[in-house]
C-alpha cells in the first residue's frame, strides 16, 4: 500500500511539473511578481502574486485591474479652456485589446473648433480594420443643442480620439460639430479596439 500511495505521490508531483513548466512557456517574458501554486489536493493550479504584467495587464488578486485615462470632450482644430463636473475614463489592456469606458461631463465648455471627439485614448489604435475604425456605443448624453436621438463614436486608426456622430431622427449619422457642445454637455459611453502596440 505504501509503494502504491508512493508512486501515486510521484504521478501527482510529474503533472505538476508538467503543468509548472507549461505555464512557464507561455508565462515567458512576463514581468511582474508572481508565483504558481499548487494545491495538494490536486484539484488546481493558480497563479498567484502581487502583479502580473504583459505591457500593461496587471492581476490584482485573482482579476485583470483595470487603469485610468482621462477623457476630453473637445474639437479636431481645437481644445482649450474645459472644466468639468466629472472626467473619468477606465481601460483594461489585455496584449493589443484595449477595453475602454469614460464618463465626461463638462461645467464649461472652453473653446472647441472643428468636429467633436473624445481626445486621450490610452493607447494609440492600430490599423486593423481597412480604414473603417472600431465603434464605441455611447448610451447616456445629455444638454447638446439640439437634442439628438442616437450618438456614437468611431475610434479611429491611428488616432487616440473617438469622432463623435449624431442622429437627429433622420437615420442618418451626421458629425458632430463643436457648436452643439454646451458648458453643461455630458457623455458616457464605452468600446474597445486593438492597439497599434
Known sequence: ??????????????????????LDQII???QGTWNIEHNPDGTHSVITGTS??????????KSIAPMTWTPVLG??????GQAYNAQSGIYIKVGRLVMISFRVHLSTAGT????AQIQGLPFTIGNYVNGHGWGVQIPYWANFTPAYT?????????????????????????VLPTGDIA???LLQGFGHYISAT
Open 150 to 174: 442616437q450618438v456614437g463614436g468611431i475610434a479611429n486608426e491611428n488616432s487616440t480620439v473617438i469622432a463623435l456622430y449624431k442622429d437627429l431622427g433622420s437615420g442618418t449619422s451626421e
Open 52 to 61: 502580473l504584467d504583459v505591457a500593461t495587464l496587471a492581476l490584482n488578486g
Open 28 to 30: 515567458a517574458g512576463i
Open 1 to 22: 500500500m505504501t509503494n502504491v500511495g508512493l508512486r501515486f505521490r510521484e504521478m501527482l508531483t510529474g503533472a505538476y511539473q508538467v503543468v509548472q513548466d507549461e
Open 183 to 185: 458648458n453643461t454637455s
Open 112 to 115: 472647441v473648433t472643428g468636429d
Open 75 to 80: 474639437g479636431s482644430t481645437a481644445t482649450s
